[in-house]
Each structure stands twice: as structure tokens, then as C-alpha cells.
């Protein structure tokens, strides 16, 4: 089973802000990401946090890490139809190796 | 620039067959992973080069699955005598380098979807 937990799904009116939830395991992780995965596309890297900070917020998209209970989320303003796909979180469990959720699968209804 | 680019993008085989996936990472990169991720899973670690080195091949399911990296570049994923439990998205990612130093940070391609009939 894997060491990082999502909720499988979301839903999310057009205009409104999504937020994705995400526990890991690893205290040691350096970095946590957050990868989108549109149909017939490949994992597309959204934004990264490393684990001394707290915040960090890129146009849209705003990362929170809370290290002392090993939560991330990943929240998406004035969230758009192009926005639905399937977002995983990854922890950095070595230098090279990444551990993934299963994906949390968002759809943004009308 | 390119990105991963990855090869073919669907696999379709017959069980006991042997196929050989391809990746070829972003140009300079110069470590190398292959995942494997099962419909409604993330992607799981598989194995990993820098430069032509395979330092760890720990993710490996079983002797049948190996890979190459021989001039450190593009790479082979090879899977002898395929069974129908190895159908699954296979997906390469490159980065700069590796290390806990933010030049590790991971880029996939779109990944080759093997169906083992």
C-alpha cells in the first residue's frame, strides 16, 4: 500500500476553489510535489514545496505543508473546466525514489 | 525544449512475449527513472540510473523485468515473457541530477501503456 494518502475524489463548481488534501509518512522528506494527469497526457509537474517552508504560492495555485502532522494540500483558485484531472501527491522518500498517492480525480461542473 | 519522450505510447502483446519500452530523458538530464503505475494507482518506483549506472533496482517486480541505460541516455525497460499482471502504464521521468540539492526535481513523459493479452 502506499505511504501517502489522498481522498479519491472532488468536486468543484467552476469559479470556486478547489482544495486537494494529502497525509504522508516520511518526517524526512525534502520535498513534496503535487503532479497533474490529464487524459493521454503525462504526470505534468504543478509545483513543489521544500520541506523548511511553509507556504509557498505560484499564480493560482497555493501549497500548504504542515510538518508536524505530515499534511500537504494544494489549493486551486477561480478553479476552471481545464483544471479537471487527476492530481497525485509525491513525498520524497531518498535522493532519487518518490512515493505516490493514488490520485485525487477533480471535476469541475458548470 | 523536449520533454520525455517515451515509446510507443501502447503496447499490445500476447502473453509470453518479451517487449522492450523506450524512454528518452530531457537533453542534459542526467539521471533516469522508470515507474509503473496500475489503473487507479500512483505511479511505483522501479529503477533508477545517473548517467549509465543503475544505482538501484530494488522496484524491480521480478527477474523478468530489467533495464538498460548504456551510453546515458536513452534507456530500455525490457519485460521477457510477459504475463497479464504486467499490463500497466509504464512511465519514465529524468531529472538533472540527483540528491536532496532541487536539481532532482522529476519530469515524466507520457508514459507507455502496456496491454498483455
Known amino acids: 500500500g502506499e505511504d501517502v494518502e489522498q481522498s479519491l475524489f472532488l468536486s468543484v463548481r467552476e469559479g470556486d476553489s478547489s482544495v486537494i488534501n494529502c497525509t504522508y509518512t516520511?518526517?524526512?522528506?525534502?520535498?513534496l510535489y503535487w503532479y497533474k494527469q490529464e487524459p493521454g497526457a503525462g504526470l505534468q509537474l504543478l509545483t513543489y514545496?521544500?520541506?523548511?517552508?511553509d507556504m509557498k504560492q505560484d499564480q493560482r495555485l497555493t501549497v500548504l505543508l504542515n510538518k508536524k502532522d505530515k499534511h500537504l494540500s494544494l489549493r486551486i483558485a477561480d478553479t476552471q473546466t481545464g483544471d479537471s484531472a487527476i492530481y497525485f501527491c509525491?513525498?520524497?522518500?531518498?535522493?532519487?525514489?518518490?512515493?505516490f498517492g493514488a490520485g485525487t480525480t477533480v471535476t469541475v461542473r458548470a | 525544449g523536449a520533454g520525455v519522450s517515451q515509446s510507443p505510447r501502447y503496447k499490445v502483446t500476447k502473453r509470453g512475449q518479451d517487449v522492450a519500452l523506450r524512454c528518452d530523458p530531457i537533453?542534459?538530464?542526467?539521471?533516469l527513472y522508470w515507474y509503473r503505475q496500475a489503473l487507479g494507482q500512483g505511479p511505483e518506483f522501479l529503477t533508477y540510473?545517473?548517467?549509465?549506472?543503475?544505482?538501484?533496482k530494488s522496484g524491480l517486480p521480478n527477474d523478468r523485468f530489467s533495464a538498460e541505460r548504456p551510453e546515458g541516455s536513452i534507456s530500455t525497460l525490457t519485460i521477457q515473457r510477459t504475463e497479464q499482471r504486467d499490463s500497466a502504464m509504464y512511465r519514465c521521468?529524468?531529472?538533472?541530477?540527483?540528491?536532496?540539492?532541487?536539481?532532482?526535481?522529476?519530469?515524466f513523459g507520457a508514459g507507455t501503456r502496456l496491454s498483455v493479452l
Open positions: 521521468a529524468s531529472s538533472l541530477a540527483s540528491g536532496g540539492t532541487g536539481k532532482n526535481i522529476q519530469y
Open positions: 516520511d518526517s524526512s522528506s525534502t520535498y
Open positions: 514545496i521544500f520541506s523548511n517552508m
Open positions: 509525491a513525498e520524497s522518500i531518498s535522493d532519487y525514489k518518490l512515493s
Open positions: 537533453s542534459g538530464h542526467v539521471s
Open positions: 540510473f545517473n548517467y549509465e549506472a543503475q544505482q538501484d
